[in-house]
């Protein structure tokens, strides 16, 4: 199998440690900063350090544009324009919907591993990064059932779980669980700091509620505008349940506020027993009992 | 030094354990559930269980009310008719501007430990619960200081760091760092459901996000409820947070976008830089560098 991986940070570093290591795959990899790339040839993230996308396309059966989101449109573009027609596109962005807008050829498959992104960067990928992590795929309707195959295949052997998933519902899906928590982080830690001058203490659950605030700033501003229309309806919905908890405190009302708060508890039970876990080692397939926080 | 527990869950527990085992105190506890005050004896946090809140109390010089905040204002003032002129009384509620209403003999001092509460009861409590942990104090003017420092001490015997703080002022804090966290998990987790059913995956930050989202239903809402001026006022500065963010994403202001993200990763590093940490065990007063997520 030859891949060729656009993008040697965290995620494309850890697809070529993992590809080479778990699926024997020969990887030829390219980056714009000429130090990463010379850092993924070190670290074995690809066989071969190339000095143009081009050469890194060369007859790559599989070939990954793992970009930050604001620069994946013309990459994608360029990498179909550069390689064969047996050859499958894909890209690892945080936002689906923009790409499938663009209408392109069906050899392109959008992607989006939920791996971890705290540590951006060559020097944390790692060849177990993929392991019980969720991958969506989002086809589209002329995606030949090969090329789909293909993918899939290499993300299961990456260590992941492949799943289709339409682009706008997905991009919805990543508003609710993953862009509104860090709006919600970013809010809470300004909010608190504006409240306690000097800073005072703070707990633990405020720690981990404030994890994500203020991440990779340059990349996550281009996420939030990447997916601006359903994260703004995401706040929005926020905005209507946050008014709902003032007023049931504004009046008191005690059954309102429990039964509000229980519901949170059943919700969080719910939605982590269903859920696939990436971050949890011991998960079997996501359809455990109740997980402890 | 002669110490009375009222109330032997996961705090007073733990203070019990602290206090025989690194401040060489005799535990007189009591608790409205037989089964907990037979624990607490059994676990080593008492050294005599009594049948009822005036034995315990008997010739205490530190008695400490760990119920519920609901249950305090009663308990308290309780406690405070059945100790001798010589006897302090503290309490470990999460809020303290109810308590301070009430106009108490300034024997009583209002003490809230930032200490873990997410398994609660006897069963979990521990003698290093409080190691590295604030512990707010809230004295009133007449607070005698010899009072104070007598229950300082305790404290500090118990491993943790005692801060005098005004009540209202402590309450505005926790309904930033405390109640508004909760708040926010809460509506983080019934909007994902209600975004994706069935549900779908959620990575580990949304774990992280949402982890006190639930937390002890009963308990809770006597909280929020306690705290319901200042925890309401937090809301509506929340709002429009909230509402610049929507803003910036509706209009695609990538500059306001950017400098709301950056400023968000500054005020959680000057944030976390300036606090005392009850979780991380290296901490060395609160004053070191940058602390990792």
Tied chains: 1, 2.
Excluded at 27 to 40: I, K, T
Excluded at 168 to 175: G, K, S, T, V
Excluded at 177 to 182: A, G, M, Q, R, T
Excluded at 255 to 265: C, F, K, M, Y
Aim: hydrophobic share 45%; with cysteine; glycine share 8%.
């Amino acid at each position: 199998l030859r891949i060729a991986l656009l993008g040697l940070g965290l995620i494309g570093g850890s697809i070529g440690l993992a590809a080479r290591d778990r699926a024997k795959a020969r990887v030829s990899g390219y980056d714009p900063d000429p130090a990463a790339l010379a850092r993924a040839l070190e670290l074995g993230a690809i066989d071969e350090a190339c000095a143009d996308a081009a050469t890194a396309l060369g007859d790559a059966q599989i070939a990954i544009v793992a970009a930050p989101v604001k620069a994946l449109p013309s990459a994608v573009e360029s990498a179909l324009a550069l390689t064969s027609k047996e050859c499958v596109v894909s890209d690892v962005g945080s936002t689906k919907a923009p790409l499938a807008a663009l209408g392109l050829d069906t050899r392109f498959i959008g992607g989006h591993p939920l791996a971890g992104a705290e540590s951006a960067g060559i020097e944390h990928a790692r060849a177990d990064l993929f392991e019980g992590a969720t991958w969506y795929l989002t086809p589209a309707p002329g995606t030949p059932a090969t090329a789909l195959e293909r993918l899939g295949a290499l993300i299961e052997e990456l260590g992941a779980t492949p799943l289709t998933i339409d682009p706008l519902e997905h991009d919805r899906l990543m508003a609710c669980v993953s862009h509104l928590p860090h709006v919600f982080a970013n809010v809470l830690v300004s909010q608190a700091l504006a409240a306690a001058s000097p800073p005072s203490a703070v707990g633990p659950s405020f720690r981990d509620a404030t994890r994500v605030a203020g991440a990779n700033p340059l990349l996550w501003t281009d996420i939030y505008l990447s997916n601006r229309a359903a994260l703004a309806a995401a706040i929005e919905e926020s905005l209507q349940r946050l008014r709902e908890v003032r007023d049931a405190l504004a009046s008191a009302d005690h059954d309102a506020l429990a039964r509000w708060h229980q519901s949170a508890e059943r919700d969080r039970n719910r939605l982590l027993d269903g859920a696939i876990d990436p971050g949890d080692a011991n998960r079997s397939g996501g359809q455990t009992g109740p997980q402890q926080g």
